[in-house]
C-alpha cells in the first residue's frame, strides 16, 4: 500500500508525536509498504531551523526507507498561542500548495493532530484526490486549551469546534491514542465504530534497561552519588513543574538528592527563575537533547517524574515518556490522575501521587532513595508491563490491519499486499 502520513512535527525534532509517527513510518516500510511523510522543517520546540535545511521552501529525503517532504512553515519557539497558531496555518497552507498534486496517488491520507489545521488540508486532498482518510487524535484540541484558560472568546471556541466535529465526520476513521479521548470524541456524537484507539508504545530495542550512567553524570558536573530525579520533555503549561521546583525547595537540605530538568518548553524561563529566587543548588536545567541522546539520560537517573496539571481534560492525557522510562528500567513517581495513572498504577512500575502536591512528591522522592531495592522491583515491573502491553511493533501491526481494512473498503477490491508479520 501507498500511505501518506500529513504531520507538523517529526524527527530530528523530539517528542511523543515524533517518535510514535517515524517508528510506525519505520515498522511499514520493513513489512513492504510505501510511506510519504508530509512534514515542515525541523524546529520544534525552539523555532531554530538547523543549517542543512534553512533558505528552502520545499526538500525531499529519505530516513530508513521512508520518503519525507519537507514544506516551508513559520518556525517560532514553542511559547505563545498566537505565533504557535500562524505556524499550524502556515503548514496548512504550504502543504495545499506544494504537495496537493505531488508524487504518485496514495491508497490512504493519515493526519495526525495536535491541532485540526494539518486536519483541514488533509480534508482538501482528500477530497480532490478522492482519498479515504484517518484522523489520529493526540490532543483534544481545542477542548485542553479551553480548560488552561489559553481559549476564552467563546465565538471563536464555537467555531473551531463545529470546524473539528465536522472532520471526525468525514474521516474513515479516527484514531485516539487514549481511551478517555475516544470516550470524549463518542459522547458528542461520532459513531463508536468508527474509533479505533492506538496508544502510544515504545521501541523494546532502543529503550532497554541498564546500570547507573556515571559518566554522563560527571559530564554534566552533576553529584556523582547522588540520587538523581529526572525530568526529560516538554516544559509546558501542562506538565504543572512548579510543583516539581516546590520539591525540590522542600529537599534543599539533603545534599543526596538532586534534580535534573532537561528541555524546553513555555515555562521554562519561568521555571528558572523560580529555582534562581528560591537560591536551589539541587537542581540542575540543561536544553533539550536529541532524541538518540535520551535513553542515556534515563540511564544516568535513579527515578523520574511524569507530572501534569491538576485539569481535568488531562485527565484523559497519557505522557508517552513513562513507557520509554519503564522500557529503560527506571521507576517512576507520578503526580497524576486519570487514565495515566490507572495505567501505571496497573503496571507495578510507578509511586501515583496526587498531581500539583509538592509535600507528596517530595515524600516519595525520599522513600525511594532509602529503598534501593523498591526501585529495582519499580524498574523491573515496569519493563515486563511494557513488553507485555506496549510494544510499538505491536501497536504498528494493529494500525496497519486497520489501514488495510479501510483501502480495501475505499477501491472495493482487496488489496494483494500482505501484511507480513
Known amino acids: 500500500?501507498?500511505?501518506?502520513?500529513?504531520?507538523?512535527?517529526?524527527?530530528?525534532?523530539?517528542?511523543?508525536?515524533?517518535?510514535?509517527?517515524?517508528?510506525?513510518?519505520?515498522?511499514?516500510?520493513?513489512?513492504?509498504?510505501?510511506?510519504?511523510?508530509?512534514?515542515?522543517?525541523?524546529?520544534?520546540?525552539?523555532?531554530?531551523?538547523?543549517?542543512?535545511?534553512?533558505?528552502?521552501?520545499?526538500?525531499?529525503?529519505?530516513?530508513?526507507?521512508?520518503?519525507?517532504?519537507?514544506?516551508?512553515?513559520?518556525?517560532?519557539?514553542?511559547?505563545?498561542?498566537?505565533?504557535?497558531?500562524?505556524?499550524?496555518?502556515?503548514?496548512?497552507?504550504?502543504?495545499?500548495?506544494?504537495?496537493?498534486?505531488?508524487?504518485?496517488?496514495?491508497?490512504?491520507?493519515?493526519?495526525?493532530?495536535?491541532?485540526?489545521?494539518?486536519?483541514?488540508?488533509?480534508?482538501?486532498?482528500?477530497?480532490?484526490?478522492?482519498?479515504?482518510?484517518?484522523?489520529?487524535?493526540?490532543?483534544?484540541?481545542?477542548?485542553?486549551?479551553?480548560?488552561?484558560?489559553?481559549?476564552?472568546?467563546?465565538?471563536?471556541?464555537?467555531?473551531?469546534?463545529?470546524?473539528?466535529?465536522?472532520?471526525?465526520?468525514?474521516?474513515?476513521?479516527?484514531?485516539?491514542?487514549?481511551?478517555?479521548?475516544?470516550?470524549?470524541?463518542?459522547?458528542?456524537?461520532?459513531?463508536?465504530?468508527?474509533?479505533?484507539?492506538?496508544?502510544?508504545?515504545v521501541d523494546l530495542d532502543t529503550y532497554t534497561p541498564n546500570i547507573i550512567n556515571y559518566s554522563l553524570r560527571k559530564e554534566l558536573n552533576l553529584p556523582l552519588d547522588a540520587f538523581i530525579l529526572l525530568y526529560i520533555g516538554a516544559h509546558g503549561i501542562s506538565h504543572g513543574l512548579q510543583s516539581v521546583i516546590e520539591a525540590a525547595y522542600l529537599l534543599r537540605h539533603d545534599v543526596g538528592i538532586h534534580f535534573l530538568f532537561v528541555g524546553e518548553g513555555a515555562d521554562k524561563v519561568k521555571l528558572i527563575s523560580i529555582a534562581q529566587k528560591k537560591q536551589l543548588q539541587n537542581v540542575t536545567f540543561i536544553k533539550g537533547q536529541p532524541r538518540e541522546k535520551v535513553i542515556d539520560f534515563y540511564h544516568l537517573a535513579d527515578v523520574c517524574v511524569v507530572p501534569l496539571k491538576n485539569v481535568q481534560g488531562l485527565g484523559t492525557f497519557i505522557p508517552s515518556k513513562m513507557f520509554e522510562i519503564m522500557a529503560s528500567g527506571r521507576p517512576i513517581i507520578a503526580p497524576l490522575h486519570g487514565e495515566a495513572a490507572d495505567i501505571l498504577k496497573r503496571s507495578g512500575g510507578a509511586i501515583v501521587i496526587a498531581s500539583e502536591y509538592p509535600k507528596a512528591l517530595a515524600k516519595a522522592i525520599e522513600d525511594l532513595k532509602n529503598d534501593p531495592e523498591r526501585c529495582k522491583r519499580l524498574g523491573i515491573a515496569g519493563r515486563k508491563f511494557v513488553e507485555e502491553y506496549y510494544d510499538r511493533k505491536l501497536l504498528a501491526r494493529k494500525y496497519l490491519a486497520l489501514i488495510s481494512k479501510i483501502v480495501n473498503t475505499h477501491h472495493g477490491t482487496r488489496i494483494k499486499t500482505a501484511i507480513k508479520w
Open 1 to 201: 500500500m501507498k500511505i501518506n502520513l500529513i504531520c507538523q512535527y517529526y524527527p530530528p525534532e523530539i517528542g511523543a508525536p515524533q517518535a510514535r509517527l517515524s517508528e510506525m513510518a519505520i515498522e511499514w516500510v520493513k513489512k513492504g509498504h510505501e510511506v510519504t511523510v508530509l512534514t515542515g522543517f525541523p524546529n520544534h520546540p525552539t523555532g531554530i531551523i538547523p543549517p542543512e535545511y534553512l533558505g528552502k521552501v520545499f526538500m525531499k529525503e529519505y530516513v530508513s526507507g521512508v520518503k519525507i517532504w519537507r514544506h516551508w512553515l513559520y518556525a517560532t519557539p514553542n511559547e505563545g498561542f498566537f505565533k504557535k497558531t500562524l505556524a499550524h496555518i502556515s503548514f496548512m497552507i504550504t502543504i495545499i500548495l506544494f504537495s496537493l498534486f505531488r508524487g504518485e496517488r496514495p491508497d490512504i491520507l493519515i493526519v495526525s493532530s495536535p491541532n485540526f489545521f494539518s486536519v483541514i488540508s488533509t480534508y482538501i486532498i482528500s477530497r480532490v484526490r478522492r482519498l479515504p482518510y484517518i484522523f489520529e487524535v493526540r490532543d483534544l484540541w481545542p477542548g485542553i486549551f479551553i480548560e488552561l484558560g489559553v481559549l476564552k472568546n467563546r465565538y471563536l471556541i464555537r467555531i473551531i469546534e463545529v470546524v473539528e466535529m465536522f472532520l471526525y465526520r468525514h474521516a474513515a476513521a479516527v484514531v485516539p491514542v487514549t481511551q478517555g479521548f475516544a470516550d470524549n470524541i463518542t459522547r458528542r456524537g461520532i459513531p463508536a465504530e468508527k474509533i479505533e484507539v492506538i496508544t502510544n508504545g
